[in-house]
């Protein structure tokens, strides 16, 4: 079955402060990785996803991710934090059969300090 | 360019109460539709997904209901709401056939309280 796993409830950085949050998943083939990004309130916002070829793939607002097989991880980067980026974010498998369902982890709450 | 779009945004309904949440997708045909639920810090929790119309498919039992009556139309439904159904709920919808890789797209959610 799938699962994901992000371990990190809530982490707190500086503004220009680099950022890495974790995502671990558990698929029995090579998954659809997502990241999506969710401001209070509102919807979630794609960030970046991956499905094949390059490993590191580049995100909207300057994120990027890379998918290492080896460790089952697909962690999130950013080099300097911005303020604006404070909010929950959620790294998502997705199945390559049924309906293209998304398995979700907990989610991890960025907040950022001046 | 495809919208979708969720009403109301909030709701305060009492116990007992009956429910309806409506999601529509604009500028594509035939989306398979997901409905979501978001309990106060907790991840996403798959409800219903729909690949086509009346097709609806449950993920988890529950006090809810979905139907899809038209095409780019997705229902979330309830005859009596108990408190644990408070949550913020999101439809979301992928353009692609079922089995390949494709993107879901969210709505901007309605944040439900049950009193």
């Known amino acids: 079955a799938q699962s994901v796993t992000q371990p990190d409830i809530h982490i707190t950085v500086s503004e220009g402060a680099s950022l890495e949050l974790r995502c671990n998943y558990s698929y029995g083939a090579t998954p659809y990785l997502f990241w999506y990004v969710q401001s209070p309130g509102q919807g979630l916002q794609l960030l970046l996803k991956?499905?094949?070829?390059?490993?590191l793939v580049q995100g909207i607002k300057g994120f990027e991710a890379e998918f290492k097989r080896s460790q089952s991880s697909f962690n999130l980067r950013k080099p300097s934090v911005h303020w604006s980026d404070a909010a929950e974010y959620f790294c998502a498998v997705g199945a390559r059969t049924g309906a293209n369902n998304l398995f979700f982890g907990t989610g991890t709450r960025l907040t950022v300090i001046p | 360019s495809q919208t979708i779009h969720q009403w109301p945004a909030t709701l305060v309904q009492p116990v007992g109460s009956p429910l309806s949440l409506e999601c529509t997708v604009e500028g594509t045909s035939n989306p398979n539709l997901y409905w979501y639920r978001q309990a106060a810090g907790r991840g996403l929790q798959l409800l219903f997904y729909?690949?086509?119309?009346?097709?609806i498919s449950s993920e988890v039992p529950q006090n809810l209901s979905a139907s899809r009556p038209q095409d780019r139309q997705f229902i979330l439904s309830s005859k009596k709401l108990l408190l644990s159904d408070s949550g913020f709920y999101l439809c979301?919808?992928?353009?692609?056939?079922?089995?390949?890789?494709?993107?879901?797209?969210f709505g901007p959610g309605t944040r439900l309280t049950v009193l």
């Open positions: 729909s690949v086509g119309i009346g097709q």
């Open positions: 991956y499905f094949s070829g390059d490993t």
């Open positions: 979301a919808w992928t353009a692609s056939p079922s089995g390949t890789a494709d993107t879901q797209y």
